[in-house]
Protein backbone atom coordinates (compact mmCIF):
# COMPACT_ATOMS: atom_id res chain seq x y z
CA UNK A 1 0.00 0.00 0.00
CA UNK A 2 1.29 3.39 -0.71
CA UNK A 3 1.85 5.36 2.57
CA UNK A 4 1.44 9.16 -0.01
CA UNK A 5 -1.74 7.39 -0.83
CA UNK A 6 -5.00 8.54 1.49
CA UNK A 7 -7.33 7.26 -0.85
CA UNK A 8 -5.47 3.81 -0.31
CA UNK A 9 -5.68 4.28 3.33
CA UNK A 10 -8.86 5.28 4.02
CA UNK A 11 -9.82 1.79 1.98
CA UNK A 12 -7.80 -0.57 3.87
CA UNK A 13 -9.01 1.24 7.60
CA UNK A 14 -12.47 0.80 6.01
CA UNK A 15 -12.18 -3.29 5.21
CA UNK A 16 -10.22 -3.63 8.51
CA UNK A 17 -12.94 -1.94 10.33
CA UNK A 18 -15.51 -3.67 8.79
CA UNK A 19 -13.92 -7.31 9.19
CA UNK A 20 -12.78 -6.36 12.97
CA UNK A 21 -16.80 -5.75 13.53
CA UNK A 22 -17.81 -8.88 12.18
CA UNK A 23 -15.07 -10.77 13.78
CA UNK A 24 -16.12 -8.89 17.45
CA UNK A 25 -19.80 -9.77 16.39
CA UNK A 26 -18.72 -13.63 15.41
CA UNK A 27 -16.75 -13.72 18.60
CA UNK A 28 -18.63 -12.29 21.30
CA UNK A 29 -21.94 -13.65 20.42
CA UNK A 30 -23.53 -10.68 19.43
CA UNK A 31 -25.63 -10.37 16.01
CA UNK A 32 -24.05 -8.69 13.49
CA UNK A 33 -26.44 -5.41 11.94
CA UNK A 34 -28.57 -5.89 9.45
CA UNK A 35 -27.73 -3.05 7.47
CA UNK A 36 -24.43 -1.15 7.08
CA UNK A 37 -24.12 1.76 9.63
CA UNK A 38 -24.45 2.21 13.22
CA UNK A 39 -27.82 1.07 14.06
CA UNK A 40 -30.38 3.23 16.17
CA UNK A 41 -30.12 3.69 20.07
CA UNK A 42 -32.49 2.01 21.61
CA UNK A 43 -32.96 3.67 25.27
CA UNK A 44 -34.42 7.32 25.01
CA UNK A 45 -33.22 8.60 28.59
CA UNK A 46 -35.92 10.26 30.65
CA UNK A 47 -35.84 13.88 32.15
CA UNK A 48 -32.79 14.89 33.85
CA UNK A 49 -32.90 15.16 38.11
CA UNK A 50 -35.61 12.72 38.61
CA UNK A 51 -35.06 9.58 40.99
CA UNK A 52 -34.28 6.21 39.15
CA UNK A 53 -37.06 4.27 41.31
CA UNK A 54 -39.42 4.88 43.97
CA UNK A 55 -37.01 4.04 46.75
CA UNK A 56 -35.57 7.44 45.68
CA UNK A 57 -38.21 9.05 44.96
CA UNK A 58 -39.60 8.55 48.32
CA UNK A 59 -36.53 10.39 49.88
CA UNK A 60 -37.00 13.35 47.69
CA UNK A 61 -39.31 16.09 49.81
CA UNK A 62 -42.92 16.10 48.56
CA UNK A 63 -44.67 18.39 46.61
CA UNK A 64 -46.89 19.90 49.04
CA UNK A 65 -43.29 20.63 51.18
CA UNK A 66 -41.59 22.79 48.32
CA UNK A 67 -41.28 26.83 47.32
CA UNK A 68 -42.05 27.76 44.22
CA UNK A 69 -38.87 29.11 44.34
CA UNK A 70 -35.37 30.11 45.57
CA UNK A 71 -33.72 32.72 46.03
CA UNK A 72 -30.00 32.50 47.19
CA UNK A 73 -28.60 35.70 48.29
CA UNK A 74 -24.50 35.24 48.78
CA UNK A 75 -22.62 37.83 50.87
CA UNK A 76 -19.17 37.74 48.82
CA UNK A 77 -16.41 38.11 51.05
CA UNK A 78 -17.16 35.61 53.74
CA UNK A 79 -19.41 37.16 57.00
CA UNK A 80 -18.15 36.27 60.34
CA UNK A 81 -20.25 33.76 62.38
CA UNK A 82 -19.42 34.78 66.01
CA UNK A 83 -21.10 38.37 65.68
CA UNK A 84 -23.79 37.51 63.12
CA UNK A 85 -26.26 33.90 63.05
CA UNK A 86 -23.83 31.66 65.82
CA UNK A 87 -22.92 33.79 68.75
CA UNK A 88 -21.99 32.29 71.91
CA UNK A 89 -21.37 34.29 74.65
CA UNK A 90 -19.57 31.95 76.84
CA UNK A 91 -17.05 31.01 74.48
CA UNK A 92 -14.18 33.19 74.10
CA UNK A 93 -13.70 35.45 76.98
CA UNK A 94 -12.03 33.67 78.83
CA UNK A 95 -8.23 33.46 76.97
CA UNK A 96 -7.34 37.07 75.54
CA UNK A 97 -4.67 35.64 73.88
CA UNK A 98 -6.59 33.38 71.40
CA UNK A 99 -9.84 32.78 69.63
CA UNK A 100 -12.57 35.71 71.53
CA UNK A 101 -15.03 35.16 68.90
CA UNK A 102 -18.00 37.58 70.22
CA UNK A 103 -15.60 39.26 72.14
CA UNK A 104 -13.17 40.58 69.78
CA UNK A 105 -14.24 43.35 69.22
CA UNK A 106 -16.14 44.56 72.31
CA UNK A 107 -13.75 47.57 73.70
CA UNK A 108 -12.45 50.52 72.76
CA UNK A 109 -12.89 53.00 69.92
CA UNK A 110 -14.31 51.43 66.74
CA UNK A 111 -16.29 48.52 69.33
CA UNK A 112 -19.32 46.70 68.40
CA UNK A 113 -20.84 48.24 71.25
CA UNK A 114 -20.13 52.09 69.86
CA UNK A 115 -20.74 51.29 66.04
CA UNK A 116 -23.71 49.79 67.12
CA UNK A 117 -24.78 53.13 68.83
CA UNK A 118 -23.50 55.11 65.64
CA UNK A 119 -25.21 53.35 63.52
CA UNK A 120 -28.59 54.35 65.28
CA UNK A 121 -29.37 51.29 67.13
CA UNK A 122 -31.09 50.76 70.59
CA UNK A 123 -31.47 48.04 73.23
CA UNK A 124 -29.84 44.92 73.69
CA UNK A 125 -27.18 43.84 70.95
CA UNK A 126 -27.80 40.47 71.08
CA UNK A 127 -30.95 38.24 70.40
CA UNK A 128 -31.85 34.86 71.62
CA UNK A 129 -32.54 32.30 69.45
CA UNK A 130 -31.83 29.09 70.24
CA UNK A 131 -29.50 26.29 71.28
CA UNK A 132 -26.52 24.49 69.22
CA UNK A 133 -25.83 20.87 68.92
CA UNK A 134 -23.94 21.14 72.32
CA UNK A 135 -26.41 22.83 73.49
CA UNK A 136 -24.78 25.65 74.20
CA UNK A 137 -27.29 29.29 73.59
CA UNK A 138 -27.31 30.78 70.52
CA UNK A 139 -27.58 34.56 69.52
CA UNK A 140 -28.33 36.67 66.92
CA UNK A 141 -25.55 39.61 66.54
CA UNK A 142 -26.28 43.72 65.96
CA UNK A 143 -25.97 43.66 62.11
CA UNK A 144 -28.72 41.00 61.42
CA UNK A 145 -31.15 42.82 64.24
CA UNK A 146 -33.32 44.15 60.64
CA UNK A 147 -33.95 39.83 60.79
CA UNK A 148 -34.10 39.09 63.87
CA UNK A 149 -36.90 41.94 65.10
CA UNK A 150 -39.35 40.26 62.81
CA UNK A 151 -40.78 37.19 64.60
CA UNK A 152 -42.15 35.74 61.86
CA UNK A 153 -38.76 35.65 60.23
CA UNK A 154 -37.03 34.32 63.23
CA UNK A 155 -39.69 31.93 63.79
CA UNK A 156 -39.05 29.78 60.40
CA UNK A 157 -35.08 30.43 60.40
CA UNK A 158 -32.63 27.61 59.86
CA UNK A 159 -28.89 28.27 61.06
CA UNK A 160 -26.40 25.32 59.33
CA UNK A 161 -22.91 25.57 60.53
CA UNK A 162 -20.24 24.99 58.01
CA UNK A 163 -16.60 23.61 57.76
CA UNK A 164 -14.04 23.08 54.91
CA UNK A 165 -10.41 23.45 54.16
CA UNK A 166 -10.48 26.11 50.98
CA UNK A 167 -8.82 29.34 52.63
CA UNK A 168 -8.30 31.91 49.36
CA UNK A 169 -11.16 33.02 47.62
CA UNK A 170 -10.52 31.50 44.04
CA UNK A 171 -10.63 28.11 45.95
CA UNK A 172 -13.64 29.04 48.60
CA UNK A 173 -15.91 30.23 46.03
CA UNK A 174 -16.10 27.29 43.91
CA UNK A 175 -16.60 25.03 46.75
CA UNK A 176 -18.66 26.96 48.47
CA UNK A 177 -21.08 27.93 45.28
CA UNK A 178 -21.05 24.44 44.01
CA UNK A 179 -19.90 21.52 46.50
CA UNK A 180 -16.86 20.71 44.64
CA UNK A 181 -13.29 21.68 44.62
CA UNK A 182 -12.10 23.84 41.90
CA UNK A 183 -10.49 21.74 38.96
CA UNK A 184 -13.88 19.05 38.81
CA UNK A 185 -15.22 18.18 35.96
CA UNK A 186 -18.67 17.85 37.61
CA UNK A 187 -18.26 21.28 39.08
CA UNK A 188 -21.47 23.43 39.05
CA UNK A 189 -23.47 25.65 40.44
CA UNK A 190 -27.22 24.78 41.70
CA UNK A 191 -28.39 27.36 39.31
CA UNK A 192 -27.08 24.66 36.23
CA UNK A 193 -29.01 21.96 38.03
CA UNK A 194 -32.04 23.41 38.19
CA UNK A 195 -32.16 25.05 34.69
CA UNK A 196 -31.48 21.46 32.91
CA UNK A 197 -33.93 20.07 35.69
CA UNK A 198 -36.84 21.83 34.45
CA UNK A 199 -35.52 22.35 31.17
CA UNK A 200 -35.64 18.99 30.30
CA UNK A 201 -39.72 18.80 32.08
CA UNK A 202 -40.59 21.18 30.34
CA UNK A 203 -39.06 22.13 26.67
CA UNK A 204 -41.41 24.50 25.48
CA UNK A 205 -40.33 26.99 28.01
CA UNK A 206 -39.51 30.77 26.32
CA UNK A 207 -37.69 32.45 29.83
CA UNK A 208 -35.33 30.64 32.01
CA UNK A 209 -35.43 28.56 35.00
CA UNK A 210 -32.73 29.92 36.72
CA UNK A 211 -30.27 33.29 36.85
CA UNK A 212 -27.47 34.32 38.38
CA UNK A 213 -26.63 38.11 39.16
CA UNK A 214 -23.11 39.45 39.14
CA UNK A 215 -22.15 42.36 40.30
CA UNK A 216 -19.93 44.53 37.92
CA UNK A 217 -16.42 45.90 39.32
CA UNK A 218 -16.55 43.90 42.47
CA UNK A 219 -13.57 42.11 41.99
CA UNK A 220 -15.90 38.57 41.18
CA UNK A 221 -14.56 37.30 38.14
CA UNK A 222 -10.41 37.54 39.62
CA UNK A 223 -12.03 35.46 42.68
CA UNK A 224 -13.70 32.69 40.74
CA UNK A 225 -17.19 34.59 42.76
CA UNK A 226 -18.69 33.31 39.40
CA UNK A 227 -18.24 30.14 39.74
CA UNK A 228 -22.22 29.92 40.98
CA UNK A 229 -23.19 30.51 36.99
CA UNK A 230 -20.63 27.11 35.87
CA UNK A 231 -22.24 24.20 34.00
CA UNK A 232 -19.70 20.95 34.82
CA UNK A 233 -20.43 18.01 32.74
CA UNK A 234 -24.08 19.99 31.57
CA UNK A 235 -25.12 20.50 28.40
CA UNK A 236 -25.31 24.07 27.32
CA UNK A 237 -28.66 24.28 27.57
CA UNK A 238 -27.94 24.20 31.10
CA UNK A 239 -26.42 27.76 31.50
CA UNK A 240 -28.98 30.23 33.58
CA UNK A 241 -29.22 33.43 32.57
CA UNK A 242 -25.77 35.67 33.47
CA UNK A 243 -27.00 39.30 33.67
CA UNK A 244 -23.91 41.78 35.06
CA UNK A 245 -24.91 44.86 37.14
CA UNK A 246 -23.83 48.37 36.54
CA UNK A 247 -22.75 47.79 32.90
CA UNK A 248 -22.40 50.75 30.88
CA UNK A 249 -25.23 49.02 28.45
CA UNK A 250 -27.58 47.01 30.61
CA UNK A 251 -28.33 43.46 29.22
CA UNK A 252 -31.99 44.85 28.43
CA UNK A 253 -30.54 47.29 25.33
CA UNK A 254 -27.70 44.49 24.14
CA UNK A 255 -30.98 42.31 23.43
CA UNK A 256 -32.33 44.18 21.38
CA UNK A 257 -30.25 43.39 18.14
CA UNK A 258 -30.47 46.56 17.38
CA UNK A 259 -27.85 46.48 14.71
CA UNK A 260 -29.93 43.40 12.25
CA UNK A 261 -32.49 46.07 12.41
CA UNK A 262 -35.54 45.02 10.33
CA UNK A 263 -33.22 41.46 9.49
CA UNK A 264 -33.41 40.03 12.67
CA UNK A 265 -36.57 37.47 11.47
CA UNK A 266 -34.50 36.74 8.01
CA UNK A 267 -31.42 36.34 10.32
CA UNK A 268 -33.04 33.85 13.13
CA UNK A 269 -34.54 32.12 10.22
CA UNK A 270 -31.30 31.25 8.26
CA UNK A 271 -29.46 29.83 11.39
CA UNK A 272 -32.32 28.00 11.90
CA UNK A 273 -32.12 25.99 8.24
CA UNK A 274 -28.71 26.09 8.60
CA UNK A 275 -28.81 23.98 12.18
CA UNK A 276 -31.65 21.51 10.41
CA UNK A 277 -29.31 20.65 7.61
CA UNK A 278 -26.29 19.58 9.91
CA UNK A 279 -28.77 18.14 11.96
CA UNK A 280 -29.81 15.88 9.27
CA UNK A 281 -26.55 15.33 8.14
CA UNK A 282 -26.06 13.24 11.44
CA UNK A 283 -28.72 11.13 11.29
CA UNK A 284 -28.49 7.13 12.04
CA UNK A 285 -28.77 5.63 8.78
CA UNK A 286 -31.24 3.14 9.95
CA UNK A 287 -34.41 4.22 11.36
CA UNK A 288 -33.35 8.03 10.45
CA UNK A 289 -33.16 8.79 14.68
CA UNK A 290 -31.06 11.82 15.29
CA UNK A 291 -27.37 10.86 16.99
CA UNK A 292 -25.79 12.06 20.15
CA UNK A 293 -24.27 15.77 19.01
CA UNK A 294 -23.69 17.55 21.89
CA UNK A 295 -22.14 20.97 20.29
CA UNK A 296 -25.78 20.80 18.02
CA UNK A 297 -27.83 20.54 20.92
CA UNK A 298 -25.86 23.52 22.60
CA UNK A 299 -25.81 25.53 19.64
CA UNK A 300 -29.61 24.63 18.71
CA UNK A 301 -30.42 25.83 22.17
CA UNK A 302 -28.07 29.12 21.93
CA UNK A 303 -29.92 29.89 18.89
CA UNK A 304 -33.70 29.22 19.75
CA UNK A 305 -32.42 31.62 22.87
CA UNK A 306 -31.51 33.94 21.07
CA UNK A 307 -34.95 33.97 18.83
CA UNK A 308 -36.48 34.34 21.84
CA UNK A 309 -34.75 38.04 22.62
CA UNK A 310 -37.88 39.99 22.57
CA UNK A 311 -39.59 37.70 25.58
CA UNK A 312 -36.01 38.36 27.91
CA UNK A 313 -35.74 41.82 26.96
CA UNK A 314 -39.49 42.34 28.35
CA UNK A 315 -38.67 40.20 31.68
CA UNK A 316 -35.76 42.97 32.02
CA UNK A 317 -36.36 46.18 31.29
CA UNK A 318 -33.85 48.69 31.78
CA UNK A 319 -35.54 49.98 34.74
CA UNK A 320 -35.26 47.26 36.99
CA UNK A 321 -31.52 47.58 36.09
CA UNK A 322 -31.03 51.04 37.26
CA UNK A 323 -29.21 51.42 39.90
CA UNK A 324 -29.82 54.26 43.29
CA UNK A 325 -27.85 55.01 45.92
CA UNK A 326 -27.84 54.00 49.37
CA UNK A 327 -26.80 54.98 52.97
CA UNK A 328 -26.32 52.76 56.02
CA UNK A 329 -24.28 53.77 59.03
CA UNK A 330 -23.90 57.16 57.95
CA UNK A 331 -21.97 56.56 54.94
CA UNK A 332 -23.39 56.63 51.08
CA UNK A 333 -23.04 54.41 48.43
CA UNK A 334 -23.89 55.92 44.98
CA UNK A 335 -24.22 52.51 43.37
CA UNK A 336 -26.49 50.30 45.36
CA UNK A 337 -26.02 46.86 43.22
CA UNK A 338 -27.54 45.58 46.82
CA UNK A 339 -30.79 46.59 46.33
CA UNK A 340 -30.94 46.19 42.39
CA UNK A 341 -30.30 43.09 42.92
CA UNK A 342 -32.77 42.23 45.67
CA UNK A 343 -35.65 43.65 43.72
CA UNK A 344 -34.62 42.11 40.27
CA UNK A 345 -34.22 38.45 41.90
CA UNK A 346 -37.48 39.36 43.37
CA UNK A 347 -39.20 40.68 39.71
CA UNK A 348 -37.30 37.03 38.22
CA UNK A 349 -39.34 35.06 40.85
CA UNK A 350 -42.63 36.09 40.50
CA UNK A 351 -42.85 37.71 37.15
CA UNK A 352 -40.62 35.45 35.29
CA UNK A 353 -41.43 32.32 37.01
CA UNK A 354 -37.70 31.15 37.72
CA UNK A 355 -37.29 28.47 40.05
CA UNK A 356 -33.61 29.56 41.22
CA UNK A 357 -31.81 33.01 41.43
CA UNK A 358 -28.40 33.76 42.60
CA UNK A 359 -27.89 36.87 43.27
CA UNK A 360 -23.82 37.84 44.28
CA UNK A 361 -24.11 40.78 46.97
CA UNK A 362 -21.18 42.56 46.86
CA UNK A 363 -22.06 45.52 49.84
CA UNK A 364 -23.22 48.73 49.56
CA UNK A 365 -19.05 49.64 49.54
CA UNK A 366 -16.45 47.58 49.02
CA UNK A 367 -14.51 46.57 51.87
CA UNK A 368 -11.27 47.19 52.31
CA UNK A 369 -10.56 43.63 50.63
CA UNK A 370 -12.26 44.33 47.83
CA UNK A 371 -15.47 42.23 48.45
CA UNK A 372 -18.28 43.50 50.26
CA UNK A 373 -17.68 41.36 53.82
CA UNK A 374 -13.95 41.16 53.46
CA UNK A 375 -12.77 42.84 56.27
CA UNK A 376 -9.05 42.51 56.33
CA UNK A 377 -8.96 46.02 57.99
CA UNK A 378 -12.04 48.22 59.73
CA UNK A 379 -13.38 45.01 60.56
CA UNK A 380 -16.51 46.82 62.45
CA UNK A 381 -16.75 49.70 60.37
CA UNK A 382 -17.52 47.75 56.79
CA UNK A 383 -19.20 44.57 57.71
CA UNK A 384 -21.89 46.79 60.07
CA UNK A 385 -22.65 49.48 57.13
CA UNK A 386 -22.75 46.09 54.71
CA UNK A 387 -24.41 43.55 56.46
CA UNK A 388 -27.18 45.98 58.20
CA UNK A 389 -27.80 47.38 54.57
CA UNK A 390 -28.28 43.77 53.20
CA UNK A 391 -30.13 42.42 56.13
CA UNK A 392 -32.37 46.01 56.19
CA UNK A 393 -33.24 45.81 52.66
CA UNK A 394 -33.94 41.54 52.57
CA UNK A 395 -36.16 42.01 55.43
CA UNK A 396 -38.29 44.83 53.63
CA UNK A 397 -38.24 43.05 50.59
CA UNK A 398 -40.01 40.14 52.78
CA UNK A 399 -44.19 40.08 53.09
CA UNK A 400 -45.26 39.93 56.51
CA UNK A 401 -48.05 37.85 58.09
CA UNK A 402 -50.91 39.32 56.13
CA UNK A 403 -49.52 40.97 53.61
CA UNK A 404 -49.42 40.12 49.78
CA UNK A 405 -47.20 42.11 48.18
CA UNK A 406 -46.69 40.87 44.62
CA UNK A 407 -43.18 42.39 44.71
CA UNK A 408 -42.09 41.11 48.00
CA UNK A 409 -41.21 37.48 49.15
CA UNK A 410 -43.52 35.16 50.75
CA UNK A 411 -42.00 33.18 53.21
CA UNK A 412 -44.95 29.96 52.15
CA UNK A 413 -43.80 30.53 48.77
CA UNK A 414 -40.48 31.07 48.83
CA UNK A 415 -37.31 30.21 50.08
CA UNK A 416 -34.35 32.45 51.07
CA UNK A 417 -30.82 31.31 51.25
CA UNK A 418 -28.14 33.44 52.89
CA UNK A 419 -24.85 32.01 52.09
CA UNK A 420 -21.20 32.82 52.26
CA UNK A 421 -17.79 31.59 50.81
CA UNK A 422 -16.09 31.42 54.47
CA UNK A 423 -16.64 32.95 57.96
CA UNK A 424 -14.02 35.33 59.63
CA UNK A 425 -11.43 34.91 62.57
CA UNK A 426 -11.93 34.78 65.81
CA UNK A 427 -9.00 36.70 66.32
CA UNK A 428 -7.79 40.12 64.74
CA UNK A 429 -5.82 40.05 61.54
CA UNK A 430 -3.30 43.54 62.31
CA UNK A 431 -5.20 45.48 64.41
CA UNK A 432 -8.74 46.02 63.90
CA UNK A 433 -9.34 43.32 60.85
CA UNK A 434 -10.14 39.73 60.71
CA UNK A 435 -8.87 37.14 57.97
CA UNK A 436 -10.65 34.15 56.16
CA UNK A 437 -12.07 31.17 58.00
CA UNK A 438 -14.16 28.24 57.05
CA UNK A 439 -13.17 26.07 59.87
CA UNK A 440 -16.37 27.58 61.20
CA UNK A 441 -19.25 29.91 59.15
CA UNK A 442 -22.65 29.53 58.54
CA UNK A 443 -25.16 29.62 55.97
CA UNK A 444 -28.70 30.17 56.92
CA UNK A 445 -32.27 29.02 55.13
CA UNK A 446 -35.42 30.98 55.79
CA UNK A 447 -38.93 30.25 54.77
CA UNK A 448 -39.99 27.69 52.50
CA UNK A 449 -39.45 24.54 52.91
CA UNK A 450 -38.45 25.50 56.54
CA UNK A 451 -41.37 25.89 58.63
CA UNK A 452 -41.74 26.69 62.24
CA UNK A 453 -40.88 23.17 63.06
CA UNK A 454 -37.49 23.40 61.35
CA UNK A 455 -36.29 26.83 63.07
CA UNK A 456 -33.34 26.55 65.49
CA UNK A 457 -29.63 25.73 65.08
CA UNK A 458 -27.66 22.88 63.27
CA UNK A 459 -24.44 22.37 64.21
CA UNK A 460 -21.56 24.11 66.80
CA UNK A 461 -18.57 25.75 67.08
CA UNK A 462 -16.15 24.94 69.70
CA UNK A 463 -14.38 26.72 72.08
CA UNK A 464 -11.49 27.47 69.42
CA UNK A 465 -13.76 28.58 66.97
CA UNK A 466 -13.35 25.22 65.12
CA UNK A 467 -16.84 23.90 63.73
CA UNK A 468 -16.96 20.90 65.85
CA UNK A 469 -20.22 19.39 64.02
CA UNK A 470 -20.84 20.98 61.08
CA UNK A 471 -22.28 20.78 57.01
CA UNK A 472 -19.94 20.20 54.41
CA UNK A 473 -20.58 22.52 50.75
CA UNK A 474 -21.66 19.32 48.76
CA UNK A 475 -23.86 18.28 51.47
CA UNK A 476 -25.67 21.85 51.69
CA UNK A 477 -25.30 21.97 48.03
CA UNK A 478 -27.24 18.29 47.45
CA UNK A 479 -29.78 19.31 50.17
CA UNK A 480 -31.10 22.41 48.49
CA UNK A 481 -31.44 20.06 45.50
CA UNK A 482 -33.74 17.31 48.06
CA UNK A 483 -35.46 20.73 48.68
CA UNK A 484 -36.48 21.59 45.08
CA UNK A 485 -37.54 17.99 44.07
CA UNK A 486 -34.69 17.08 41.97
CA UNK A 487 -32.55 13.85 43.14
CA UNK A 488 -29.17 15.21 43.34
CA UNK A 489 -26.84 11.89 42.69
CA UNK A 490 -26.33 11.90 39.11
CA UNK A 491 -22.93 11.29 37.23
CA UNK A 492 -22.99 14.97 36.74
CA UNK A 493 -23.92 15.88 40.23
CA UNK A 494 -23.21 14.89 43.59
CA UNK A 495 -21.84 11.15 44.31
CA UNK A 496 -22.71 9.10 47.31
CA UNK A 497 -18.37 9.37 47.84
CA UNK A 498 -19.05 13.18 48.24
CA UNK A 499 -21.27 13.29 51.43
CA UNK A 500 -19.30 12.22 54.94
CA UNK A 501 -22.45 9.97 55.55
CA UNK A 502 -24.25 7.06 53.84
CA UNK A 503 -23.56 4.18 52.25
CA UNK A 504 -25.57 4.33 49.57
CA UNK A 505 -27.69 7.10 47.50
CA UNK A 506 -31.12 6.56 49.49
CA UNK A 507 -29.10 6.69 52.98
CA UNK A 508 -26.97 9.34 52.18
CA UNK A 509 -30.17 11.41 51.03
CA UNK A 510 -32.09 10.30 54.02
CA UNK A 511 -29.16 11.84 56.57
CA UNK A 512 -29.14 14.92 54.30
CA UNK A 513 -33.09 15.33 54.55
CA UNK A 514 -33.20 15.01 58.34
CA UNK A 515 -30.04 17.20 58.99
CA UNK A 516 -29.89 20.02 56.68
CA UNK A 517 -33.86 20.03 55.99
CA UNK A 518 -35.11 19.30 59.54
CA UNK A 519 -37.53 16.48 57.62
CA UNK A 520 -36.87 13.28 58.30
CA UNK A 521 -38.40 11.25 55.87
Not at 234 to 263: N, V
Not at 340 to 367: F, S
Not at 389 to 411: R, Y
Not at 440 to 460: L, N, P, S
Request: charged share 20%; hydrophobic share 40%.
Amino acid sequence: MNELDPWSRRRFLAGSAAALGGLSGTLAGCPAPSAPGFAEPSVTPGPWGDPANAEQAAVLLPESLRSEGTLEWFLSGGVSAFENFVVVPELGMSDTTGPQQWWLFQEGPGSIPERFAACGGTGELLTSFGTDDEGRSVFLGPWVRALAARPDIVSRMRIVVMRHNQVAHQGANPLALTGLTLGQPRMAGTAAHVQRFHASHQTQRTLPWSHVLLPRGRSVEINNSDAGASVGLHPGAARPLITWLGEAQPLSQQLRREHLLAGSDAHDQLLELWGRRMRDRLRYPVGGASSRAPALDDYEFARSSLANHNALADLLPASALALGSGQSCGQTGDEDMTTTALQLAIHLLREGDARYVLAMDGGLIEANGMLGFDTHTDHVADSSRNLSWSMQQLAASINTPGENEVGKLDLDRHTIVLTSEFGRTPYRQGGNGTDHWPQGYAHVIIGGVVGTGQAGVVGALDETGLASSYTSPAEFRAAMLLAQGIWPFQPDAFGVGDMREGDTEVEAARILRARVLGRPT
